[in-house]
């Protein structure tokens, strides 16, 4: 398949520069930081939302997941508890409805009780020319990701403002959130909706003890995204090539982050909107970075011409 | 220490300054910027759509609005039309209904034939503090705001693509679509979607012909956004208070960078964010504009005590 | 599955998309916009300052324009003034040392009383690896870009404060302010410095009647700038390639925006931050943009890929 | 935990809901996280510098402080030192001396080698009307803020590059570095300036091993950034009443961030911005926020009000 160009590659060094990048995919916050904590997941049986409850479970918390597939959901919660001890419950939940969702947190009341940590990670995407999207294929995406999510956040929300609980709220969207990108166009606005709710509830909801925060990630493979994402695994080999920690992150990594931002060492941090990418967007947005392809030899006469310019 | 010198400059607060900034509310653009062109303006009947269709007519489109009330959009059309001498239809359709989208599309092409200018003005809104927000009220906005853009921009989208037939789209967002806020939570969020939509389709469309641009408006008075946000009238005094142009920009004013945006003259413009505002956000997002309120003899007082610090 | 479905729309590739999005290269303003205005442009002997000039004097502005080299100065002065039958006067002045700044304001004050409109616009870059970039080469672009920028705007500031005169300010920056970019990396620090200069004073000065804004440049060609950014023009046409409007801009099409930008139809825009660049950006930093490779035919392939994903 | 000064003249203005975010001020990575690794912290003396270096020196690093007052760096040394056991080195520095900042380099080569991790932190600054700013004042803090962060930048990073040593830069800025702010004007400034340096360096570095990150600090107590911005005392309160998460931040809370981000955890964290603010900005930022001052009673009648809402 040739529809994705290779990138010109990288230049020739000794070691290739992921080297000087090697993920550390142990546990990073202290043992039991989660002791008594509940935390909810949405998404939480497959890719990354199982990575961030594996070691949210590690770290002492009680987690309920939540998704379509109770299946799914419950496989994943009967091997993180084996491994952790550490009780998962796996609750059936659409998150695009808005009564699903509320039956969702009556029975988590019965299980755990209201959460401290909530991480709306559930998401749908495909990849698709917008000028063959019908209405239907549009609303299947958001849908999920931007009324999901805002379903989610409300219901929780009223609850613990209710019940005078304070909360940690985590949303994972997308690099291409801010910046738009064609071929996703469902994802980013509804993704982008998603930003612009969690930091208005920020500001609005503090008073109510509520933080919300936001990771960005860039890709890290998981089978649901990059099935749908890159089903020929030739974009892959590109975004490695304009990535500057040369390599895709892992799922440990995020699930370390997920995991600073929802405990109580992050208490001050809210609104935040954390790009976490191996710094794919900058390599991306800034005009000039293509010219990592100009070789040694061809810098010294570009610099000579440059030199030799006169006048503007 | 030379850093802060006295200065023997007046306080602008003996004559309010927003006498620098009266509006220019004449038309801008030359006459007949826009003759034998067609422009299509969702909620071209009332507020600032009508402004926009206002100068867009003036300059020679014939203009299609659309929105729900069939009559108000009919007696904006009448009164406009009147005063330019240009055609101004008006077709009822409710943005929320991708079904409605096509036959408004099909009734226009009738009328029309394709436009070349788009603008997605339509929107709804509200102010509630978000614990009172029920899953109805994030859809009462969200399904106008967000869908209903996505549904006119790619129903149109498509058609303009299948003819080979360029266009200019102008979606008029918010300035608390970046930063989000409370109390407006579902227009926030939605506004957000819109915007990383328009972004995305200036990347993805730009081979077929299309420019897309948003413009933020800050407050400007018009009844349908004043009455469900301000209906009091008490929060108009405190925003003029922080705008640093000192009062609320005009229907007009708008109207002129809408008519610039979607003309020719812009035709190298796309996927920008043109906020429009008076300084309004920059005024409250700036975390010391705050010393505005510091009055010279307070200045005075200041600069001596930071002098006096010492180390640090 | 209808999320996506079968189109039947033609691609751009048979003609340049370019043609759809032809320069309007006439002037936008009403004649006389700029009568009994004047207008300061720094850089204004050159490239994009020369066109910025010629358009307000054209619309009636008396121009001041000023920087290093006297002789270019005069000679677009003269060219200018005999086109447009308004004055236009040299100054020179390395924005670099405010006392030549201060001098230059003293000289204006003389020849034409202190503006309505400041165009900061002067400025000095060049492409080169950061490794190989001297403490000199640093302090080369960043005296020019940014402290030159604060030198002239908290010169010409005062002067208007103590006298009581509003004036517009209009900065010139670039699109890779805000997401940094290798390569060009003193220029990238100071434009966004400057950009936060212009926000600041945005909203610190509009109590003073100052209203400051910003264009953000894509590629346009000029001598100056193309000389030491793309020596030998290969980069070129990789730009081209990915802004979607499918061509560089054009000096006439920058001049009319900035011709609005700081006239009175724009008296209540202030803070605001224009990208003007053919969609580049945009396009640049969307993570999936590069699909515009993808044909037709493998679209189809891809979507039977996609839909027979099983599971996440 | 004595390495963090407490700062005399304690106020407390913590709302009643910043109970649910009380700070956790234990060290968050797990011990040994920085055996073998050297830090060099530029202002690590004093206030948030001096408690980034507590807290890396007590995950094992060997950290090198530098800045101007060398008898204040010692102290902190010796002290730091003491307490964790491991090394802390006091070197003599002005940042915005490009031949300083090289022997500073050449004295920590001696010392302890290339650093892995290096923070730039210092930085000066104090609140200022602009218009009483001189030419001398606008260099006294961009020389230090934006010259010292690139020379400190470029003189390591080319020093790393020709031993082919990977390292983690993390800057301190500021966050009104995005949305300027009046009254501190070349601190707004010359801080944009430095996250455009490090986004522009995290694209075009990755290649050596590099990672370049920043950290947006809200209002965290300190005597140095106190003492100059608001002498009396009477601006955080109003700070800590717009703050969401009702309270300043703490230095500690700050430096778990920064060990976090300039660690091996987060290998794959380049190019990114992370506000920590207690929700600040979001909560300046949005439009409607300060109906966050309504009361219930009041929300009645004004969703009465709405309701009644006829036409647009
Ligand atoms: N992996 C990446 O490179 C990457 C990059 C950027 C952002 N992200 C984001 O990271 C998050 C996780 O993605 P992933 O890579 O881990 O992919 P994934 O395994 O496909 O995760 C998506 C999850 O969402 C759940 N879900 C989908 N529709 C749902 C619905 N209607 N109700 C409830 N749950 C639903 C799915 O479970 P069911 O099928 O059981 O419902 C699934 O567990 C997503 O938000 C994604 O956008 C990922
Ligand atoms: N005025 C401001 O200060 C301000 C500030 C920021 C942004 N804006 C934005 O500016 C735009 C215009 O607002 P405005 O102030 O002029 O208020 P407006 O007069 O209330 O305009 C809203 C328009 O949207 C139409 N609309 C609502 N729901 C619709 C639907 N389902 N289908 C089709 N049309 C629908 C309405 O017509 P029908 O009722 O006939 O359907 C109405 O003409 C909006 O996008 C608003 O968000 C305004
Ligand atoms: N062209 C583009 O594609 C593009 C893209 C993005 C941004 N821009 C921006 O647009 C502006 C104009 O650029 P241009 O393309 O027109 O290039 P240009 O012709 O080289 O313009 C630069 C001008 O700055 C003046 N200048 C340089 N150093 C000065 C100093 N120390 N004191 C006073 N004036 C000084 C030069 O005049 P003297 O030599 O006589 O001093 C010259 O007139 C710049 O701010 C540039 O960054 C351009
Ligand atoms: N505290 C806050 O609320 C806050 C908020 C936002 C951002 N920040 C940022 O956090 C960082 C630390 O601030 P802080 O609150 O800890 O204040 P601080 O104690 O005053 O720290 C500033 C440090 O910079 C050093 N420094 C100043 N000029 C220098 C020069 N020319 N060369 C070398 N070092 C120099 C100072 O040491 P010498 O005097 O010995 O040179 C001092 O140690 C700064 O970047 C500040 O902008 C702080």
Not at 14 to 31: D, K, N, R, V
Not at 46 to 64: D, I
Not at 200 to 207: F, H, I, Y
């Amino acid at each position: 398949q040739l529809w994705c160009h290779r990138f010109a590659g990288l230049r020739s060094y000794a070691t290739p520069h992921s080297q000087f990048f090697a993920p550390s995919e142990g546990i990073m916050l202290p043992a039991g930081s989660y002791n008594n904590k509940v935390a909810f997941i949405t998404g939480g049986g497959t890719g990354l939302g199982r990575a961030m409850t594996g070691v949210l479970s590690q770290l002492g918390a009680q987690c309920v997941i939540a998704s379509r597939k109770l299946e799914v959901l419950q496989q994943t919660a009967t091997e993180i508890s084996s491994q952790t001890g550490n009780k998962v419950h796996a609750v059936q939940c659409d998150v695009r409805d808005p009564q699903a969702v509320s039956r969702c947190v009556d029975q988590m009341v019965e299980l755990t009780g209201l959460p401290d940590v909530i991480i709306n990670n559930a998401a749908g995407n495909f990849i698709c020319p917008s000028e063959r999207l019908s209405a239907n294929g549009w609303k299947s995406i958001t849908d999920i990701v931007l009324n999901g999510t805002a379903f989610v956040t409300l219901e929780l929300g009223k609850r613990l403002i209710q019940n005078q609980k304070g909360a940690s709220f985590l949303a994972i969207t997308t690099i291409y959130a801010e910046s738009g990108s064609g071929f996703v166009v469902p994802s980013a606005s509804a993704k982008a909706g998603v930003e612009a709710l969690y930091k208005s509830l920020a500001a609005e909801w503090g008073r109510y003890g509520h933080r919300f925060n936001i990771i960005q990630p860039g890709p890290i493979r998981t089978k649901g995204a990059f099935s749908r994402l890159d089903p020929t695994g030739t974009f892959e080999k590109s975004m490695i090539g304009r990535i500057p920690t040369g390599r895709l992150g892992k799922p440990a990594e995020l699930a370390n982050l997920a995991a600073y931002l929802s405990s109580d060492y992050a208490s001050w941090m809210s609104g935040a909107v954390i790009r976490f990418d191996g710094g794919e967007y900058v390599s991306m947005a800034g005009e000039f970075n293509e010219l990592r392809k100009v070789t040694d030899d061809q810098w010294k006469m570009l610099e000579t011409m440059i030199r030799s310019t006169k006048g503007s």
